[in-house]
């Protein structure tokens, strides 16, 4: 699920010979670890007051909504509408 | 229910729709315009329309429902869903649009424009009008029900008006109509999304003390995987995203782009669009769990309950009204998309693979899109009890059949019409087979195997269709190598402007 996503994040992020767009994906990456780790991690943390919750959620839940499904509703749908841009650009050069 | 408010929003949300739709008729004049919308469609209508037709109205009352009964599993449907829509703008956009051009509007012309074979179109165009009745079905089934707890005319003639209006205004304008009244629709559905989260926090006192009072009752539910093994939370995850390339009614849009530049805002609009609409789903069954986990609420007798149970609690009436529209609109606007796919089979895709193009196809083309009403209505009055599980049938129909054929088919050279065709049989007889083993209780019975674990079946029929498409071209690769035209197929695959 980290490599799937990460992978297609990249695929819209990554512009050749511009190092920037390769940390942006790295970053990327690198959240979906952190919120797939943090999801197995905390799977089993029981919560019995507010105060155990993270961001509102359980903890383990909190890091599936926030480090994996927000992030990749942010870079997929921006990274593809970027990548769209590119390839536009492509077409007006090529005609 | 019959509160004056909500009634008569009801009924000027079905006017404005039906008066868009029928006004639609003076663009709809030919099989271009019907089943198309010209060729000419934008950005914004894309966006909108892709997360109307996306959201039906299981989104609104089955979602919470399953947000109830099974927790944060629920959600990886949802949540899938919304990553499943750019997904689908990645691997399937550019390349449809590429095939399109003023012969080639439908999902089956584009397979037979790219693999050169009339009996893979009528294999692509089975799959999608076996899924349209079972999946429309389910629709008209939801809209009785949803007109009947609002108007309390009685089943009977709330059926009688769903089919009614559910098939008007897609008979008359077709897909214009369609696309139009899904803007309208869309409109709806996030704004009453956006309140009704609003209320369903505050109902709770917060996300963390909704939470918390989950847990007090029953811990699983507000966990990673909720209250099912997390085997199947992660099948639903790989049948919701990648399965969503599969649906007819939302990537048959890419082939009515007026260019392929629309894309780019497309994908924006209809993610961040279904990922608002996912909020109700997500905080309307959260907050009612939590209401009767506090002793607020009693037991729901049925999951499907949440949404109403907590409008009528814990909402004003106009808000109430706005979200019953927003529920009717959401089913409006599937089943009219479906409708119009289903009538562009029937019309134009199997007679032409048949060898016998339709002439007046205006005619057929409204005469069929009546037809397929009136026999999903007789489906969804005969199965009755069996109509919800229809509809997942219709869903893993679209998935396993059309997901190879456009995400493999469409990017790899060697891929061959026997390739569409095999995966496509896998595709209807593995659905069918899970439905008898599984929905009607076979297994149980007779004995037959079912997979263990949770893994849903529809992920496993995926699965196999998506291997016997691979094993299938490699076997038939030589043959169509040789037979198929060079540079005929670069054509096909480049991915790049119109032809």
């Given amino acids: 699920m980290v490599g799937g996503l990460g992978t297609l994040a990249g695929l819209g992020l990554v512009r050749r010979r511009q190092p920037l767009t390769w940390i942006a994906t790295g970053v990327v990456f690198a959240g979906f670890f952190i919120g797939m780790n943090g999801l197995l991690r905390n799977e089993s943390v029981v919560v019995r007051s507010p105060e155990d919750t993270l961001l509102g959620f359980q903890p383990g839940t909190a890091y599936l909504i926030y480090g994996i499904w927000v992030l990749a509703f942010f870079t997929l749908a921006g990274g593809f509408s970027l990548l769209f841009n590119r390839l536009g650009d492509g077409d007006r050069r090529s005609s | 229910m019959r509160d004056p408010i909500i009634v008569w929003m009801m009924v000027l949300t079905l006017a404005i729709t039906m008066g868009i739709g029928l006004y639609s008729y003076l663009e709809a004049r030919t099989q271009r315009q019907y089943f198309a919308y010209d060729q000419k469609l934008r950005w914004f209508f894309l966006g909108i329309a892709t997360f109307a037709s996306m959201m039906s109205g299981f989104g609104f009352v089955g979602g919470p429902g399953l947000v109830y009964s099974t927790g944060t599993a629920s959600l990886w449907m949802t949540f899938a869903g919304g990553i499943g829509i750019p997904i689908t703008f990645m691997l399937v956009g550019r390349r449809l649009r590429a095939l399109a051009g003023p012969d080639i509007f439908t999902l089956p012309d584009a397979v ?177 769990r939590a209401q009767v986990a506090l002793g607020s609420l009693a037991p729901l007798a049925v999951p499907d309950e949440a949404t109403p149970t907590f409008l009528a609690t814990y909402t004003p009436p106009w808000l109430a009204g706005v979200v019953f529209a927003g529920v009717i609109c959401a089913i409006l606007s599937t089943a009219s998309i479906f409708l119009n796919v289903g009538s562009a089979t029937l019309t134009r895709d199997i007679p032409l693979a048949l060898g016998r193009p339709l002439s007046n196809s205006m005619f057929w083309a409204r005469t069929w899109t009546a037809v397929i009403a009136l026999a999903s209505g007789a489906v969804a009055i005969i199965s009755d009890e069996f109509i919800a599980l229809l509809g997942t049938i219709g869903f893993g129909l679209h998935a396993a059949g059309l997901v190879p054929t456009l995400v493999l088919g469409l990017h790899w050279p060697r891929a061959n019409a026997q390739a569409v065709i095999a995966s496509t049989v896998v595709a209807i007889g593995g659905s069918l087979y899970f439905f008898f083993a599984q929905q009607l209780g076979f297994a149980a019975r007779y004995g037959w195997w079912v997979p263990g674990r949770g893994f849903a079946s529809v992920a496993l029929v995926m699965l196999l269709s998506l291997m016997t498409f691979v094993v299938a071209t490699l076997v038939f690769r030589r043959a169509s190598v040789e037979a198929e035209e060079p540079a005929q197929r670069r054509v096909a695959l480049s991915g790049g402007t119109s032809s």
């Fill in chain 2, 112 to 288: 037979h424009k790219r693999f050169g074979s009339q009996a893979a179109r009528f294999s692509v165009a089975l799959s999608i009008l076996l899924g349209i009745l079972a999946y429309l079905g389910a629709q008209i089934l939801a809209a009785a029900v949803v007109l009947d707890g609002v108007f309390q005319v009685g089943y009977g003639w709330a059926f009688a008006i769903a089919l009614i209006v559910t098939t008007l205004y897609p008979l008359v304008g077709g897909i214009v109509a369609g696309i139009r009244t899904e803007v309208f629709q869309g409109a709806i559905m996030l704004f009453s999304s956006v309140l009704i989260f609003w209320f369903a926090l505050a109902s709770g006192g917060g996300m963390a003390e909704i939470t918390t009072a989950i847990a007090s009752d029953n811990p699983a539910l507000v966990s990673p995987w909720g209250s099912t093994p997390a085997l199947l939370a992660l099948s639903w995850f790989f049948v919701f995203s990648l399965g969503n390339v599969g649906m007819p009614h939302s990537t048959s849009r890419f082939l009515m782009l007026k260019d392929p530049g629309q894309l780019r805002y497309g994908v924006l609009l209809a993610t961040s669009a279904y990922m608002i609409g996912g909020l109700l789903w997500m905080a309307v069954g959260y907050a009612v």
